[in-house]
Nanobody, 124 residues
Framework: VQLQASGGGLVQAGGSLRLSCAVS????????VGWFRQAPGKEREFVAA????????YYADSVKGRFTISRDNAKNTALLQMNSLEPEDTAVYYC??????????????????WGQGTQVTVSS
């Protein structure tokens, strides 16, 4: 499974960005998808996750109400809509895939496949 994250960039605080994760190599609908982020000097942290059919979504408390994860199985793409961005959201964002979301979906070790990351910078 190959994942390609895109859509990052520089935005002012309060602005919006939409990240995309294109998945290839296997049937996209067979995988749950998670988004993580890593700021300089910090550990990679969970942002959001979505189940294989999109019926279940999960968010970190820090982004709840501002970020929305979704997927289009027909286009083999997962999306992360980020609104009301804050300087604290500045990080490299990664998408990841796993056959099923288990109780440890917030952990980096809970995913089998990773994309290369896309930089998001929020200026104050």
């Amino acid at each position: 499974v190959q994942l390609q994250a895109s859509g990052g960039g520089l935005v002012q605080a309060g602005g919006s960005l939409r990240l995309s994760c294109a998945v290839s190599g296997r049937t996209f609908s067979s995988y749950a998808v998670g988004w993580f982020r890593q700021a300089p000097g910090k550990e990679r942290e969970f942002v959001a996750a979505i189940s294989r059919n999109g019926g279940q979504t999960y968010y970190a408390d820090s982004v709840k109400g501002r970020f929305t994860i979704s997927r289009d199985n027909a286009k083999n793409t997962a999306l992360l809509q980020m609104n009301s961005l804050e300087p604290e959201d500045t990080a490299v964002y990664y998408c990841a895939a796993v056959p099923s979301l288990y109780s440890y979906y917030k952990l980096v070790s809970g995913y089998d496949y990773w994309g290369q990351g896309t930089q998001v910078t929020v200026s104050s």
